[in-house]
């Protein structure tokens, strides 16, 4: 059995150790010391990283009392050894693993929603609670989190009997009964009590800081996203910068960037508008081309196809108005977007002509679907290339 030097001093950073075991497994070696600083991943917190001697320690695991250190090269069992920590990783892991502590304490303090789930991983960190909060409350709630770590509140490690742990239950957020022996309860001054196997900084100003990132509805409840410590103070930084260089392209303050933003679209809306006007005026023009050429079927109806290349169903239903005021009219209109064939059939006034029916030969001849009434009838399909060639064989067939 190793010797768990992290669970009564989250502060050693390092130690002298003896070699008790080298094996090795899928190209690693697996290396056993009588003593260890190491915390091997366990409880939603992530392994430590460092070195042993020169070698580099990867990744740490707990397997039936027994603490491995994953390694790319072996060591002779038996020597001494100095078994070092990556401070920084494990400080950010401290730091990550009791701000996690302390916000889902907030939340059940504040709001009674409790942690359901706790996930870490090099880029993220989150809480999963059973009850849906607002971004108010959890502004609330970090701020909380924050005048406690700020409080600079002493963290500490009891071990108890569970029929003397039992007693706390009411000012822990969470206790299992099924949990039997003795059990490492960790505290926060005037705030979170629980039972726990991390590691944890001996006082909460450590965390420096709490940010919650983003929350979002999950199983009833929600999931909140959030960094601490140098996590972060580096997103803050990125995203300082991000919007430092936006504020800039637009000439503006960064206060004032999303009201730029707004600005520019509406702007931008504007013109979109201006221009789709004069491309309607455009086709009305082609209409007017398109109906002087057009040809006749045995009934003495005149066919008038008209393609609109880069229009929409949207679009079709502003130019349909166009045709029917003609009389003696069969319209077929058929827009086309690289997406999407949207197309329609519509009887001019005082035309005697069913669309149904020729919704039918379009459906055919697009590999589409569509229906509608017998003035009127729309349908589309996938996009395809070769569309104004479809269209005229269309009109061919019905002018036959
Ligand atoms: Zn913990």
């Given at each position: 059995m190793?010797?768990k ?12 150790a003896i070699?008790?075991a ?5 190209g690693?070696?697996?290396i ?16 430590d ?5 020169d ?5 740490v ?12 090269e072996?060591?002779?069992v ?11 990783v ?5 730091q990550?693993?009791?701000?996690e502590?302390i ?22 960190v989150?809480?999963?609670?059973d ?5 108010e409350d959890?502004?609330k ?11 600079n ?6 071990y108890m ?8 239950k ?5 206790f ?11 505290s ?18 450590m965390?420096g800081?709490v940010?919650?990132?983003?929350h979002?509805?999950?199983?009833g409840?929600c ?6 410590g ?5 997103d803050?930084?990125k995203k300082?910068?991000t ?6 392209s ?20 504007t013109q ?6 004069k ?16 040809p ?9 196809a ?10 079709i239903?502003?130019?349909i ?5 003609h009389?003696n009219t069969?319209?077929?209109?058929v827009a086309?977007k ?5 197309y329609?059939?519509v009887?001019?006034?005082n ?14 001849a697009?590999?589409?679907r ?5 003035d009127?009838?729309q349908g589309?399909s ?9 269209l ?6 019905l002018?036959?």
């Amino acid at each position: 059995m190793t010797a768990k030097l992290f669970e009564n001093n989250s502060m050693l950073k390092e130690c002298e150790a003896i070699v008790t075991a080298c094996t090795q497994k899928d190209g690693k070696y697996l290396i056993e010391l009588d003593k260890t600083v190491f915390f091997p991943e366990g409880g939603g917190q992530l392994s430590d990283k460092g070195k042993i001697n020169d070698i580099i320690v990867e990744h740490v695991s707990e397997k039936e009392g027994h603490i491995y250190h994953e390694c790319r090269e072996p060591l002779p069992v038996g020597i001494p050894v100095k078994a070092v920590l990556d401070w920084s990783v494990r400080l950010d892991r401290m730091q990550q693993h009791l701000g996690e502590h302390i916000l889902s304490f907030a939340c059940w303090k504040l709001f009674e929603a409790h942690n359901v789930g706790f996930h870490m991983n090099e880029d993220s960190v989150f809480i999963d609670l059973d009850k849906e909060l607002t971004e108010e409350d959890l502004l609330k709630a970090e701020l909380f989190t924050n005048e406690i770590i700020w409080d600079n509140r002493p963290v500490s490690v009891d071990y108890m009997a569970s029929s003397e742990a039992v007693k706390l239950k009411d000012k822990m957020r969470k206790f299992n009964e099924k949990l039997t022996g003795i059990l490492r309860i960790v505290s926060v001054e005037g705030a979170d009590i629980c039972t726990c196997c991390g590691t944890h900084p001996p006082f909460t100003g450590m965390i420096g800081s709490v940010k919650v990132i983003r929350h979002e509805k999950h199983k009833g409840g929600c999931r909140v996203e959030f960094l601490c410590g140098r996590r972060a103070l580096l997103d803050m930084d990125k995203k300082n910068s991000t919007l430092l260089k936006v504020a800039q392209s637009l000439s503006t303050k960064p206060e004032l960037v999303p009201e730029h933003i707004e600005k520019l679209k509406a702007d931008m809306q504007t013109q979109l508008e201006a221009v789709k006007s004069k491309l309607l005026a455009m086709k009305e023009k082609q209409l007017e081309e398109i109906m002087a050429v057009a040809p006749t079927d045995a009934n003495g109806v005149k066919v008038v196809a008209w393609p609109l290349d880069g229009f929409d169903a949207k679009d079709i239903k502003a130019f349909i108005p166009k045709l029917t005021a003609h009389e003696n009219t069969l319209g077929l209109l058929v827009a086309a977007k690289p997406e999407r064939i949207s197309y329609a059939a519509v009887a001019g006034a005082n035309t005697s002509i069913d669309c149904r029916a020729v919704m039918k030969e379009l459906n055919a001849a697009f590999a589409g679907r569509g229906g509608g009434k017998s003035d009127c009838a729309q349908g589309g399909s996938d996009y395809c290339a070769d569309w104004e060639a479809k269209l005229a064989a269309v009109v061919e067939k019905l002018v036959q």
